[in-house]
């Protein structure tokens, strides 16, 4: 099983439209989890990082599930200016060592006028 | 410099050839990290150092290797280049590193090689 696993996609969505994916992990001892955002031919930048909790932030949501071990990314109106990649990202520290941040391949969103 | 900047932007590059890529960053930092990303393989990490005057090894580091003689740079280099090292390379920062937990890191622009 990948460690961290998304549906590659393309998202085709209309403007205005609100368009969630998920994203799994399996390690269940993970500590900490993002989404980034790329756009083509560009570096990743964080986007939101996923609190236990859930949170917010306009029009983004993304909400933890430790039990089922998978993170989600609610965004909510969707504008042309969203159209990227969307990587699902998640520490796996447990205190033993870096390893690296473990990067999902991507979940490619299109929004089309 | 504000951030993270990487050199080349581009390079084709025989094989066998020695190559390095450049890292910088003017955020004090501790840790730096080298990824590949490959389509369909997602960003792969190469190396990485926790703080100047150590490294690690990442997932695929074979073919590479990295100094961190200071805080500000992080130098990613191949020995002798091989055709399978074609790729986008990015390097990222973080002011902690990852047992910071939540420690956000801050990607370069990134280097796209070619190695022929």
């Known amino acids: 099983r990948k460690e961290v696993e998304q549906d590659p996609g393309p998202f085709n969505v209309p403007e205005g439209a609100t368009v969630a994916f998920n994203c799994t992990y399996s390690?269940?001892?993970?500590?900490?989890f993002f989404w980034y955002r790329q756009d083509c031919r560009k570096e990743p930048k964080l986007l939101m990082s996923v609190y236990s909790s859930g949170n917010e932030d306009g029009r983004f949501t993304a909400q933890l599930n430790r039990a089922s071990q998978y993170i989600s990314l609610l965004i909510r109106d969707s504008k042309l200016s969203d159209s990227a990649t969307y990587l699902c990202?998640?520490?796996?520290?447990?205190?033993?060592?870096?390893?690296?941040?473990?990067f999902g391949k991507g979940t490619h969103l299109i929004i089309q006028p | 410099i504000a951030g993270i900047t990487q050199a080349p932007t581009s390079q084709i590059l025989a094989a066998g050839r020695r190559m390095t890529l450049r890292c910088t960053q003017d955020m004090r930092h501790n840790a730096m990290y080298w990824y590949r990303q490959d389509l369909g393989l997602g960003l792969r990490l190469i190396h990485y150092s926790n703080t100047a005057g150590t490294t690690g090894k990442g997932e695929v580091p074979d073919g590479y290797s990295v100094s961190r003689a200071n805080t500000d740079d992080f130098p990613l280099t191949l020995a002798s280049a091989v055709p399978s090292q074609t790729s986008v390379y990015f390097c990222a920062s973080s002011p902690r590193g990852l047992a910071g937990g939540w420690d956000e890191q801050f990607f370069g622009p990134g280097t796209r090689l070619t190695v022929l």
């Open positions: 390690n269940s001892a993970s500590q900490s």
């Open positions: 990202v998640v520490n796996p520290y447990s205190g033993g060592g870096a390893d690296g941040l473990t």
